[in-house]
Nanobody
Framework: QVQLVESGGDLVQPGGSLRLSCAAS????????MVWYRQAPGKERELVAG???????NYADSVKGRFTIFRDNAKNIVYLQMNSLKPEDAARYYC?????????WGKGTLVTVSS
């Protein structure tokens, strides 16, 4: 069984920074793409950033230049460094990974951006 567990969510003021982590555990041979999504109340889940196993990132336009995704393949962890946070970044952030052809989701970590 594979589990994805996110952490790092918190209350932060506008302009502040947070680093989210997502750790994969269980019967893992190889993780390909790892992706961060977010969902705010009343809105659809949206892709924030993704990264290939080789380290190639892609970002939603709304976070380009502010967020950085990176991963540690040896530890099966993906990170999301979020800088210059805005109130519209507030959401529950979810980690997604495809492992052995199966899509796995974490339960999310809550990011609140408010003064």
């Amino acid at each position: 069984q594979v589990q994805l567990v996110e952490s790092g969510g918190d209350l932060v003021q506008p302009g502040g920074s947070l680093r989210l982590s997502c750790a994969a555990s269980g019967n893992i041979f190889r993780i390909n793409d790892m992706v961060w999504y977010r969902q705010a109340p009343g809105k659809e889940r949206e892709l924030v950033a993704g990264i290939t196993r080789g380290g190639n990132p892609n970002y939603a336009d709304s976070v380009k230049g502010r967020f950085t995704i990176f991963r540690d393949n040896a530890k099966n962890i993906v990170y999301l460094q979020m800088n210059s946070l805005k109130p519209e970044d507030a959401a529950r952030y979810y980690c997604n990974a495809i492992i052995g052809g199966v899509v796995y989701w974490g339960k999310g970590t809550l990011v609140t951006v408010s003064s």
